[in-house]
Every structure is written in structure tokens, then in C-alpha cells.
């Protein structure tokens, strides 16, 4: 639309919505309220959390992971992308207000999940960045896997281990380590596996643990149900088994993949099982980033796309 008629259409609008409460106009004319709260304005900008709550924001970084903690001036996140999408997950943590993260975690030495974590770290103050710990047979000696070591080892800081049972604080909230639960030959499943848990609502963060992973994990007879599950590796069907949803009992699902990917995620199969058990889903090829803020008895969630 050219920006004329653009500005016609604005200056008459304007113009009936003023004068339409001393007219006795033949139509109704909504109030500016009414056309605000209609709307669905979709933004790259990060949703404001209250003070009190705790907002968790899956951020669409396309085909990868990426998801930021936030409760008042604490904040934590956990994956940041592929190499490629630093930049913007920088980005939109300054957004959201971000200064410093209490903790960052990579899940798993893959690209989509620790791409961007160097740019992170090299950005903001970062007081811990938590790994898992690869057996030696699979450690990666990829690029981006060493920029991550430069970027810690630059800024002073040490790897800390992810051990199964440590809890670390974002405000009045804690996460859990509750996986890896064993050793295996595949980096998917040494995902590190989170829970986090503010008041009557959790979340739990599975990275791209797949069935094996998953079932080792009900195995240590941890504490699983969540209002909230981000699914395992990116809707594929090798993950959210019926055994683990059963435990987990998720509300809501979130499935981080992009639009048109190369692996066909999320698949068909995953899909169907999460909705056999009842779980809305939310995904961020569809619904862009998708954020949901805990009262601590309840979540609300908001999207970035109408989908």
C-alpha cells in the first residue's frame, strides 16, 4: 500500500473513532482500546515479564534450541542457537531487559544448540556456564565447539559439570539437573535435562534427549510431572515416548524447529502421541516465540504468530 493512502487510511480512522461518541453514525466504530486489544501485533521484541513471576521464553532460532529464564533481574539461559543466530539471541535478551545471566547451558555440544552460546558469553556477564560431560569417545572437535571453550576460558571462567541432583536459583525459582542418567555413545542423549520449578508450575527442558536418554532418566525415580514440556529434539519421534509423557503429564508442549527443515520435524508420530496425552502444543515454526509467564500457580502463554 502506497504511504499515502496509508496515512488516509490512518488520519480517517483516527477521524471517526474521535468523533463517532457526537455522531450518530449508522455503523459502530470501535474505541482505540478495543482495536489494541484485538490485534495480535507480532514482534521480535521480547515479552516484558512482571515482577513476581517468572517468564520462560522459547525463542524461534529456526531449526535449533534456545531458551531464556527470567525472574526479575535473574536470568539463565539454555541454548542459544546455531553459529549463526548469536547475534540475535544477544539481541533479544537485551530486549528482555537481560544484563547478566546467573548461568547459561548448553545441552549438548551440537551446533543448533551451543552456536550461538560464544557470542553469549562473550556479551553479558556470565557467572557459571554448565556442560555436560561427553564421554571421551564423542567429545566434538568442531569449531564451535572450541569458539564456546575460547569463549569461557576468555572470560575467566570454568566449566561447570552438569550433575545430576545440583539446583541453581533464577530469582524464586530453581532448576534441577535430572539428566544425563547414564553414559551413552550419541550426544543427543547426553543432553543435559532440566526441571524447573516455581511454586505449583514446572518446566521441563529435554534438549534432544531421545527414548534412551528418557528412559534412564524415569529409571532414577525423579520428580517429572511439569505444567509445561519443551520437546525432546525438536519434535522428532525418536523422543517423547508414551512411558515418558505418561510421567511428565504435560499441560502444554512446545517444539522448537523451523519452518520447512530438512528432517521433517517434527514428526508425524511424535506428534500424535503428545496430542493422545492431551498436550497443547505450541510450535515455533508456527507461533514464532512462544512465552509463557508463571504466577506460580498458573501460566499464561503468548505467542509471537497468531499460528
Known amino acids: ?41 507480532e514482534s521480535d521484541h521480547a515479552t516484558n515479564v512482571p515482577d513476581g513471576q517468572l517468564g ?7 531449526q535449533a534450541d534456545c531458551t531464556l529464564l527470567q525472574y526479575g ?43 550461538g552460546l ?5 556479551h553479558f ?25 575460547e569463549a569461557v ?14 539446583t541453581y536459583s533464577i530469582g524464586e525459582a530453581t532448576l534441577e539437573i535430572l539428566g544425563p542418567a547414564g553414559t551413552f555413545n550419541d550426544l543427543n542423549n547426553e543432553s543435559v535435562i532440566s526441571r524447573v520449578e516455581f511454586e505449583k508450575t514446572s518446566f521441563l527442558l529435554t534438549g534432544d534427549a531421545e527414548t534412551e536418554a528418557e528412559q534412564a532418566v524415569l529409571d532414577t525415580g525423579a520428580k517429572l510431572k511439569s505444567t509445561v514440556l519443551k520437546v525432546g529434539h525438536h519434535g522428532s519421534r525418536t523422543s517423547s515416548s508414551d512411558a515418558f509423557l505418561d510421567e511428565v503429564s504435560p499441560s502444554y ?29 505450541y510450535r515455533t515454526d508456527v507461533n514464532g516465540t512462544v512465552v509463557f509467564v508463571s504466577d506460580g500457580k498458573n501460566v499464561t502463554v503468548k505467542t509471537q504468530k497468531a499460528g
Open 1 to 41: 500500500m502506497p504511504a499515502t493512502i496509508a496515512l488516509a487510511v490512518v488520519l480517517l480512522a483516527s477521524l471517526l473513532i474521535t468523533a463517532s461518541p457526537k455522531l450518530d453514525l449508522p455503523f459502530y466504530v470501535p474505541t482505540w482500546q478495543e482495536i489494541f486489544s484485538a490485534v495480535d501485533l
Open 125 to 149: 556477564d556470565v557467572e557459571k556456564v554448565i556442560l555436560p560431560q561427553v564421554p571421551d569417545s564423542i567429545v566434538p572437535t568442531t569449531k564451535t565447539y572450541k569458539d564456546v571453550l
Open 118 to 122: 560464544d557470542d553469549v558469553i562473550n
Open 56 to 62: 520462560v521464553h522459547f525463542v524461534d532460532v529456526g
Open 253 to 281: 508442549g512446545v517444539i522448537m524447529c523451523g519452518a520447512g527443515n530438512d528432517y521433517g520435524h517434527p514428526h508425524k508420530e511424535a506428534v500424535n502421541r503428545l496430542e493422545e496425552h492431551g498436550v497443547k502444543l
Open 73 to 115: 533481574e535473574h536470568a539463565a539461559l539454555v541454548d542459544a542457537g546455531n553459529n549463526a543466530d548469536g547475534p540475535a539471541v544477544v539481541q533479544y535478551l537485551e530486549d528482555a531487559g537481560v544484563t547478566k545471566l546467573d548461568f547459561v547451558i548448553g545441552t549438548h555440544p551440537h551446533e543448533d544448540h551451543i552456536g
Open 153 to 166: 576460558s576468555n572470560k575467566g571462567l570454568k566449566i561447570t559439570k552438569a550433575e545430576i541432583g545440583d
